[in-house]
């Protein structure tokens, strides 16, 4: 092989013109040989490729990692911003496949406990108007033809399944104060007037002092969580009429008690996402599997980042009270569209889209996308000890992803320089990941709510 490589230059050697064609000659050869080492792939780039399970809607066949999901008490399944068509619909088609092959019976939402209960009621066969359903999510970046598929997924299943087999959809969000405690009031007795009034001055007051906390002024905070406190004991003494309505009754409480509370700190929303899922986890029973989605930043084992705080995400207290048996996927893409909801000139909210190009070198994204592979899963649990991974898996990898609002017109042109990214660790943020290549925006219920872009 090298003889025959190397006679060129044995010819060139005893021409006139040996020495500027033999420079030539040599430079390609040399530079031939650099693009050979340099196109040869790091250690992290070929488990990567090895690894990968690819997902697609046809055949979805995850391998060992359905043996690892299978014992799973919660499932998260995540997103890297809450408006992309792709993302919803592979959650989607993990949820069916984890409900028809391991029998996860709990499907919990990013959204208002109370308010999802009429989603609920479609799902159940209580309810015929989807779209009714749809809304019932919530938030208006919830109001998605994706979420439709969702829930007529899980009510055609509740259709064919037996009754021990029905699918519930549950919300674990607390952020719907009135929805909450319209509800609340609602399970009260008869001439329940003076509670009444108590829980309405209390939430009129708890968000009068949790205003003025935020603005940096805490004394009226001290009294008004207090109040609250004294009142979560003397809800907790009503007496309800059934074993049925208690459950109800002190899985509404906490919500609303939680809605007064949530953002006194950093961590206040995720805390309380995670004892109402959590709550109603253990109602279900013993046995009770559910899959969650969730935004990953909410999904996460460790701390809260983005928002400067060591408090821990919602997922972090999942692993508290589960360890091993909850498992977090984190969402990733490499290019395409997203939605997220702003307001028009007149101050009215709709869906935004955005477009991002490639995601930049030294991504966690862009290093997902040398498998070349358009869509997979990729299981951090079971990566070898490699060093070069390991150190990969442990250090803090620049990602893009976006909340439900906020998004600045300019987030392409915000996101090229990975080392300006908020860094993601993956094998201590999740136990999986899963890349899309290319993307698309999600679908509202109301197209004309659909924003001119700017």
């Known amino acids: 092989m090298l003889?025959?490589?190397?006679?060129?230059?044995?010819?060139?050697?005893?021409?006139?013109?040996?020495?500027?064609?033999?420079?030539f000659v040599l430079t390609l050869l040399l530079q031939f040989t650099f693009n050979l080492f340099a196109d040869e792939p790091t250690a992290v780039q070929k488990w990567i490729s090895q690894s990968a399970i690819p997902i697609n809607q046809s055949d979805l066949n995850l391998g060992k990692l359905d043996q690892t999901l299978s014992r799973m008490s919660i499932v998260g399944l995540g997103e890297a911003t809450h408006g992309q068509h792709e993302f919803f619909e592979f959650k989607r088609l993990l949820t069916m496949h984890l409900i028809k092959r391991h029998g996860f019976r709990l499907v919990a939402y990013e959204a208002s406990v109370t308010r999802t209960i009429a989603a609920n009621d479609y799902v159940a066969g209580k309810s015929l108007d989807l779209t009714a359903a749809t809304r019932g999510l919530g938030m208006l970046i919830w109001h998605v033809h994706e979420n439709s598929e969702l829930l007529k997924a899980l009510r055609e299943w509740n259709q064919s399944a037996g009754p021990n087999d029905q699918v519930r959809l549950i919300g674990v969000d607390a952020q719907d104060m009135s929805a909450a405690q319209k509800r609340l009031i609602g399970f009260l007795p008869a001439g329940s007037q003076a509670m009444i009034e108590r829980i309405q001055a209390t939430s009129k007051r708890s968000q009068a002092a949790l205003n003025e906390l935020?603005?940096?002024?805490?004394?009226?905070?001290?009294?008004?969580?207090?109040?609250?406190?004294?009142?979560?004991?003397?809800?907790?003494?009503?007496?309800?009429?059934?074993?049925?309505?208690?459950?109800?009754?002190?899985?509404?409480?906490l919500?609303?008690?939680?809605?007064?509370?949530?953002?006194?700190s950093a961590g206040g929303r995720d805390e309380a996402m995670a004892e109402l899922l959590l709550r109603q986890l253990k109602t279900a029973g013993p046995e009770a599997k559910c899959v969650l989605w969730a935004h990953n930043a909410h999904l996460q084992h460790s701390a809260l980042r983005y928002l400067g705080s060591e408090q821990l995400a919602m997922g972090g207290h999942l692993t508290k009270s589960l360890d091993d048996r909850y498992y977090a996927i984190g969402f990733a893409f490499g290019r395409g569209e997203f939605q997220a909801n702003a307001k028009d000139s007149d101050g009215k909210w709709g869906f935004r889209r955005y477009k991002l190009s490639a995601a930049p070198n030294g991504s966690l994204e862009h290093m997902l996308s040398t498998a070349k592979i358009d869509s997979f899963l990729l299981d951090l649990r079971s990566a070898p000890q490699d060093e070069a991974i390991q150190q990969w898996l442990k250090a803090g990898q620049g990602q893009r992803w976006f909340g439900g609002y906020g998004v600045n017109d300019d987030c392409d042109q915000r996101t090229q320089d990975a080392s300006t990214l908020l860094p993601t660790f993956p094998i201590e943020d999740f136990d999986g990941l899963l890349y899309v290549s290319e993307t698309s925006a999600a679908q509202p219920l109301d197209p004309s709510l659909i924003l001119p872009t700017p």
Request: charged content about 25%; proline content about 6%; some cysteine.
């Open 255 to 264: 919500e609303f008690l939680r809605s007064m509370t949530i953002y006194a």
């Open 214 to 253: 935020m603005a940096g002024r805490p004394a009226e905070w001290e009294g008004a969580s207090k109040e609250i406190e004294q009142l979560g004991k003397d809800l907790a003494m009503l007496t309800p009429a059934s074993p049925t309505t208690k459950e109800g009754l002190e899985l509404c409480v």
């Open 3 to 23: 003889n025959h490589l190397f006679s060129p230059i044995n010819f060139l050697h005893r021409s006139r013109y040996a020495s500027s064609v033999k420079l």
